[in-house]
C-alpha cells in the first residue's frame, strides 16, 4: 500500500484546512486509517485514527472537537478536517494504515506510512 498526503500549507491560527490521503496499491484490503503529526524537535505523536468502515473514530486529546476524520472509500481516499487551528499544531502531519483491528493509537502497529505534509500555523 502506498500513501500520499496532501493539504498541508500555512494558515492563519483560527483557521482551516483539509488534509487528504490517497491510498493505492493493495487497497482491497480492511485498513484502519490514522494520522500522526510531528512537530519542531518531538516525536511523532498520534492524532487520529477511523475504523476501515468509518464506524469507529478515535481522537488525541489534543485535537478532539477540533479536527474529524473521515473516509471516502470510493476513491480510497482519507482526509482530516482541522478547525481553530493554533500554533500548536504547527508539524508534518503523517497518514497511516495498520491491518490491526480496533482502535490503534501506537506508531509502531502502523505499517504503511505517507511522506508527510507540512502544517504551519501563524499567529
Known amino acids: 500500500v502506498q500513501l500520499q498526503a496532501s493539504g498541508g500549507g500555512l494558515v492563519q491560527a483560527g483557521g482551516f484546512l483539509r488534509l487528504s490521503c490517497v491510498a493505492s496499491?493493495?487497497?482491497?484490503?480492511?485498513?484502519?486509517m490514522g494520522w500522526f503529526r510531528q512537530g519542531p524537535g518531538n516525536g511523532r505523536s498520534f492524532i487520529a485514527t477511523?475504523?476501515?468502515?468509518?464506524?469507529?473514530?478515535y481522537y488525541a486529546d489534543s485535537v478532539k472537537g477540533r479536527f474529524t476524520i473521515s473516509t471516502d472509500n470510493a476513491k480510497n481516499t482519507v482526509y482530516l478536517e482541522m478547525n481553530s487551528l493554533n500554533s500548536e499544531d504547527t508539524a508534518v502531519y503523517y497518514c497511516?494504515?495498520?491491518?490491526?483491528?480496533?482502535?490503534?493509537?501506537?506508531?509502531?502497529?502502523?505499517?504503511?506510512w505517507g511522506q508527510g505534509t507540512l502544517v504551519t500555523v501563524s499567529s
Open positions: 497511516a494504515a495498520t491491518r490491526y483491528g480496533g482502535v490503534q493509537v501506537s506508531y509502531g502497529q502502523y505499517e504503511y
Open positions: 496499491g493493495r487497497t482491497g484490503s480492511t485498513y484502519a
Open positions: 477511523i475504523s476501515w468502515n468509518a464506524a469507529i473514530t
